[in-house]
């Protein structure tokens, strides 16, 4: 099961597990308040000033640290040991970050001790309560009943469903057949509506029905799906439940009218204007907090390849409507890795990368030039990534839907990087186009939030970096 806040689809489990930490949180701070100063808070309340304020802020910081670091998504696929560390990490970088506000706003400062109570005990929840939750999440307490209305080349789609992430919100009752329809799903989980469709629901416990006939011209069901509907039990198209559950639209399942009629792809002017405060406030913060960075990068990058060697590249890529732009970059291959004019996709241990483009590459750091581009408006902070114009013209004319995605401007970071790693090929660039096009239809200033806090994870970790 999954809930829609602000168009984007949010796991019922997650959710859960975020309301209850964030309220953790809020008595852990509390809690170590007591323990410091004693049960006797009015003295300190009297000296400083309430405490909700300060447990509400820890609370806060503690679980955009989690999101950062991937501890609310349902592709976290941590375990045992590799999730304490992980929870170790991200409350370690929420005590930092709510330690640097009490610095910036002095009337909040609570101390040092409190502080370190409070980390303790937020390493506790956080483990605690993961392993704890690991076994609801994963069993049907928050899962949805469906029922597949086909049996088709369409609904064998949820068959092949191979990620666990994309299977955790529903639990699977079966498929019903149609009548001149090829059987392509596992023929045991075939099941008969011979009592009609609604009684089939009721005696399953289903809460939706995915429609996924191959031809729905032919004995579309009206009536039984208009009962079902009518007596609560959601009815949805396959596309769109593939659409939720993936967090990507497949584009074999695509057709024009869906584009057109299904919600989202809003680029109204209030969109347009939180997303420009958005790229120029993010870029104005990333220039002050990485200016030494890549002053240091520079130095590196002239060490290495000698003072005449170009600190930046400069680089050809497709952005808004189609129009071309130079996207800029620190140089992390050899000044003639193309020599020969021919454009080349990046490869693993590319013998083009120098040594201090190796460690810039795998640090995401060589991207760092881009907030100019954003700040000129060639691209945004969040949005699909700028390819190469011939790379563009070959992808299009080979990939359906491919152009849609300059209907937005490119992005530094995107939804696609966050789901899919680091892509060479054809094949490749298909998968991300399919993240991309999700990431377009349902953009707003949540979403945007949402990833550049989890780009924190890829950053750090070096997930898809090349």
């Known amino acids: 099961m999954r809930i829609r806040l602000f168009g984007q689809y949010l796991p019922f489990s997650s959710t859960v597990l975020a309301l209850l930490e964030g309220g953790l949180f809020f008595l852990v701070l509390t809690g170590a308040g007591l323990l410091r100063f004693g049960l006797d808070l009015g003295a300190f309340e009297r000296w400083q000033g309430p405490l909700w304020p300060r447990a509400m802020l820890f609370s806060a910081m503690m679980c955009t640290s989690l999101l950062a670091f991937g501890l609310y998504s349902a592709r976290q696929r941590a375990r045992g040991i590799g999730l304490i560390a992980r929870a170790i990490a991200a409350v370690s970088a929420g005590v930092a970050a709510t330690a640097v506000f009490f610095f910036v706003v002095p009337d909040l400062w609570i101390g040092r001790g409190v502080l370190g109570l409070a980390a303790i005990g937020a390493t506790a929840v956080v483990t605690g309560a993961r392993l704890a939750f690991r076994h609801l999440a994963d069993g049907a307490t928050f899962k949805r009943r469906i029922l597949v209305y086909g049996a088709g080349h369409r609904a064998a789609t949820i068959a092949r469903l191979r990620r666990r992430s994309d299977q955790r919100?529903?639990?699977?009752?079966?498929?019903?057949?149609?009548?001149?329809?090829?059987?392509?799903?596992?023929?045991?989980r075939l099941v008969r509506a011979q009592d009609g469709l609604h009684a089939l629901c009721q005696r399953h416990e289903v809460g939706e029905v995915i429609v996924a006939m191959d031809d729905r011209r032919r004995a579309f069901p009206l009536r039984e799906l208009l009962e079902c509907r009518l007596a609560g039990i959601d009815v949805t198209e396959l596309l769109s439940f593939l659409e939720r559950e993936t967090g990507r639209v497949h584009i074999d399942m695509l057709n024009p009218s869906w584009l057109i009629f299904c919600e989202g792809f809003r680029r109204g002017s209030l969109r347009r204007f939180n997303s420009h405060c958005l790229d120029l406030v993010a870029s104005l913060i990333i220039v002050l907090m990485a200016l030494p960075t890549m002053l240091t990068v520079a130095l590196a990058i002239k060490l290495e390849d000698g003072w005449r060697a170009p600190v930046l590249y400069r680089q050809d890529r497709v952005g808004l409507?189609?129009?071309?732009?130079?996207?800029?970059?620190?140089?992390?291959?050899?000044?003639?890795?193309?020599?020969?004019?021919?454009?080349?996709?990046?490869?693993e241990h590319d013998p083009r990368i120098t040594r201090v483009g190796a460690i810039i590459r795998f640090l995401r750091i060589d991207e760092l030039p881009q907030v100019i581009n954003v700040l000129r408006g060639d691209m945004s902070f969040v949005g699909p990534?700028?390819?190469?114009?011939?790379?563009?013209?070959?992808?299009?004319?080979?990939?359906?839907?491919?152009?849609?995605?300059?209907?937005?401007?490119?992005?530094?970071?995107?939804?696609s990087q966050i789901c899919f790693p680091y892509g060479s090929s054809e094949q490749d660039a298909l998968e991300k186009l399919q993240y991309d096009l999700y990431y377009i239809k349902n953009n707003c200033l949540l979403f945007d939030l949402s990833i550049l806090v989890q780009t924190i994870e890829v950053v750090l970790l070096g997930h898809g970096a090349r």
């Open 169 to 188: 919100n529903f639990v699977l009752v079966g498929y019903v057949p149609c009548e001149s329809e090829a059987v392509a799903v596992p023929c045991e």
């Open 385 to 415: 990534r700028p390819e190469r114009p011939q790379f563009v013209a070959e992808l299009a004319d080979r990939i359906p839907y491919y152009g849609e995605r300059h209907c937005v401007r490119p992005g530094i970071t995107g939804w």
């Open 321 to 347: 409507y189609g129009r071309t732009f130079q996207v800029l970059k620190f140089r992390s291959m050899q000044a003639d890795a193309e020599a020969s004019g021919e454009a080349r996709w990046a490869q």
